[in-house]
């Protein structure tokens, strides 16, 4: 059980949620995971640790509602509780010294970014770029602008900062500086064009991946994911890899495996009110 | 008396239920291949249909509080039985379990028609009742460590098992389609996916299965697969039905239930565009004896075909999972076969931390698990009273 202790809403369809949840927040490092159950006939689910206290003992989740277990989660209110929550699991990010870093994060990858920015902001210059399809949908903006030498934001429809995808500012930077680290966080299909952006000027990427998940501890190889060439266990051996090496569209193929089941079971709850 | 006998002060989970006593060590099984059945858990079903629950929970009669604190890693076997002999010598028992309900492999690997959930249930009851404290969600080397573990504990008990699933290393291993054992089991046994969408975990399965392996897990797979509405659903083995691990009855019954057999052949590769169709094989012919004693498959040479499949689930063993081997200053591991040293009574190199059951010895069986959780638990025991 983990208690809710603040819930807001980012967006219509974006929560954030400050949990309690102390044995985690004293270990949780920057690029780890939890793996949530909601309720008894809940599904394990991973969402990143976007932000952590470990004076109060609480971490912060943000995610977007996208099918029944985030609709489900976003539903629970403060004073309420997480049937489960486990962490802090994966391997925490690599904060290099001295280097020139731009941390791309896309819709709610940003609160993903955000912590592994903040920690590399101690010794780093920080270049972030941070999107999303509207300006309703942008989060973060201010926590991503405290922890950046350099902001830039765009939305896909222009409603907001520049006009595009992340990819366009993104190659900008690569043509006028000099770029030691990229970091991706975002949908598979944005880290795989910030890869593909970043591979002809030989800059080191890491791209944080999402695929599915069951236990999140090496026990069930749902998150299997090739890596140069190589299979991978993303919730231990991860998630954060070298995107040039990543084979996104297995990701994306994997990640679609259970589409029809997941229409059906948000249609029904939907429905059910 | 029931079956397995019921006798006060045997290993808690066949203390109350006698269930148990029908597991039997996989080695011995070796040994009396045909001759003596060996009996297993499928009688336990025959024992399950005049178990009843309302028999009530026992206390057996428990020491006096020594004031010493013990945490189990793990809640399988291994675990539940230390746990319950610890606290009926009067210490102070803390389970801690990675995943959101303890059991161990009994919960998330074998399937309800095999062990049904209300029988772990009650055994974990039982185990509480005796004071037992168990915490789920939490995952030791990451939640916790063993070293901060130690701080607050007098002694520490690794009961991991072998939960890190193998797989064959081979093209297309990776598309969508492909399950490790321990997925397919995980989804149906833990999560209980045959119950989507009431239950929010999703399972596919599809039409032509394959599952790969000869021992217990690939039959419970095939069997749950069949279950949830498989149309075809054949074991691929390298070796011949002889050599299959599993136990005979486990085979029968799943011959019985229409499963095929397919046997001296081995995938090479996995064929598909979006998710998984096809599966090339090589037929494969029995050689000299290996360091098993079993002959030792060789491919024949130019026989490779390929199988229709649309599913395929690879149940070629299980690891114990390196986590708390990597994160336990001082703790010896054997680095091949991925598995804690320690000696017959459970003790370690690393003062204070004992371990036993699969996580000691590899993928094994029940009643071994428990039988090292009796073990340890004499050796904490003694450790505590300084013996
Ligand atoms: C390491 C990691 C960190 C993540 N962090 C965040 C985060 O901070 N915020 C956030 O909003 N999302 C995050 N995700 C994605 C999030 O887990 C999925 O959006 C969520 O599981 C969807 O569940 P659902 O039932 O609401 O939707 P569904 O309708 O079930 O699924 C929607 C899509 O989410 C993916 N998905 C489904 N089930 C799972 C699963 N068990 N594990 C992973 N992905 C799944 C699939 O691509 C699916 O098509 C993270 C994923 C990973 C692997
Ligand atoms: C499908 C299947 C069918 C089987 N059928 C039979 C059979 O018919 N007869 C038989 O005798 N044996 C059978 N076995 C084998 C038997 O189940 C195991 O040998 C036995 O469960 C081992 O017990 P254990 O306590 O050592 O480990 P497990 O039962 O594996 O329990 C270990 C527990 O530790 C937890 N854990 C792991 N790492 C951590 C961590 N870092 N922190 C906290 N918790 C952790 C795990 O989540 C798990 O709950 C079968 C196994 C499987 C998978
Ligand atoms: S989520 Fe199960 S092994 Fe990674």
């Known amino acids: 059980m983990a208690r809710i202790l603040e819930k807001t809403e980012l967006a219509p369809d974006i929560k954030e949620m400050v949990v309690d949840a102390p044995l985690i927040a004293r270990k949780a490092e920057p690029g780890q995971f939890v793996i949530v159950v909601v309720d008894d006939k809940g599904e394990r689910i991973p969402l990143t640790i976007a932000d952590f206290d470990r004076e109060k003992g609480t971490i912060t989740i943000v995610f977007l509602e996208i099918g029944k277990t985030t609709m489900k989660l976003g539903r629970l209110n403060a004073g309420e509780e997480i049937a489960h929550l486990t962490g802090p699991l994966g391997n925490p990010s690599e904060i290099p010294e001295d280097e020139t870093i731009v941390f791309v994060g896309g ?103 999402n695929p ?53 079971a948000k249609k029904l709850f939907v429905e059910g009110g | 008396m029931r079956a397995g006998g019921v006798t006060e002060g045997g290993t808690t989970l066949g203390v109350k239920t006698g269930a148990w006593r029908n597991f039997r060590p996989v080695r011995d099984e070796m040994k009396c291949k045909r001759g003596c059945e060996p009996v297993a858990i499928g009688r336990l079903e025959r024992f399950v249909a005049d178990w009843e629950l309302e028999n009530g929970l026992r206390i057996p009669e428990k020491a006096e509080p020594t004031g010493k604190k013990v945490a189990v890693v793990g809640s399988g076997p291994a675990g539940l039985t230390i746990a319950a002999e610890l606290a009926k010598k009067g210490h102070e028992v803390t389970i801690l379990e990675t995943l ?21 249930e009650a055994e974990v009851e039982y ?85 790969i392996g000869g021992g217990n897990v690939a039959m419970d797979a095939a069997r749950c697969a069949l279950r949830l509405g498989a149309e075809e659903v054949s074991i691929v083995y390298r070796r011949s039905e002889e050599e299959m691990p599993a136990r005979r009855e486990e085979i029968e019954r799943a011959r019985e239930e229409g499963i095929r057999f397919v046997t001296l052949t081995q995938p090479v590769r996995f064929i598909g565009e979006e998710k998984v169709e096809g599966m090339e094989c090589i037929r494969m012919e029995l050689g000299e004896p290996d360091e098993s004693g079993r002959r030792r498959p060789v491919p024949v040479e130019g026989s490779n075909f390929t199988m229709e499949v649309d599913q395929v689930i690879i149940a070629i063993g299980q690891r114990p999972n390196p986590l708390v081997m990597r994160t336990t200053e001082g703790l010896d591991y054997d680095r091949r076969r991925g598995i804690v040293i320690a000696d017959s009574m459970g003790r370690t190199s690393k003062e204070g931390v004992f371990a036993g059951g699969d996580v000691t010895t590899g993928a094994a069986t029940v009643i071994a698990a428990m039988g090292a959780g009796k073990r340890a638990a004499e050796a904490i025991d003694k450790f505590l009273r300084g013996e």
């Open chain 1, 107 to 209: 819709g709610v990858g940003t609160a993903a970014v955000y912590p592994i920015a903040r920690k590399a902001k101690k010794s780093n210059e920080i270049i972030s770029i941070i999107g999303a399809r509207t300006k309703d949908a942008l989060i973060w903006e201010d926590r991503m602008r405290s922890v950046s030498d350099e902001l830039i934001v765009t939305t896909d429809d222009g409603s907001y900062g520049r006009k595009g995808v992340v990819t366009e500012p993104l190659k900008e930077l690569l043509e006028e500086k000099k770029v030691d680290r990229v970091v991706a966080i975002g949908p598979a299909i944005m880290m795989k064009f910030v890869a593909l952006t970043t591979k002809p000027y030989g800059v080191k990427t890491i791209a944080s991946l």
């Open chain 2, 100 to 120: 959101h309900k303890p059991g161990g492999v009994l919960v998330y690997g074998i399937p309800e028609f095999r062990l049904p959930k209300r029988i772990v």
């Open chain 2, 127 to 211: 185990v509480k009742k005796l004071g037992v404290n168990i915490m789920t969600d939490v995952i030791v080397g990451k939640t916790l460590t063993v070293d901060d573990l130690l701080e607050e504990y007098d002694a520490v008990f690794l009961g991991t098992g072998a939960g890190l699933p193998l797989l064959l290393g081979i093209p297309g291993e990776n598309l969508a389609g492909i399950y490790s054992a321990n997925e397919f089991l995980i989804r149906i046994n833990l999560m209980k996916a045959y119950a989507f969408p009431e239950y929010d975990t999703p399972i596919k399965v599809g039409k032509k299965v394959a599952v």
């Open chain 1, 212 to 264: 599915i998940m069951v236990d999140g501890s090496g026990m069930c190889g749902a998150c299997r994911v090739q890596v140069g060439g190589v299979t991978k266990f993303a919730c231990v051996d991860g998630p954060e890899f070298d995107a040039h090496e990543v084979d996104f569209d297995l990701l994306m193929k994997r990640l679609s495996t259970y589409r029809e089941e997941e229409e059906l």
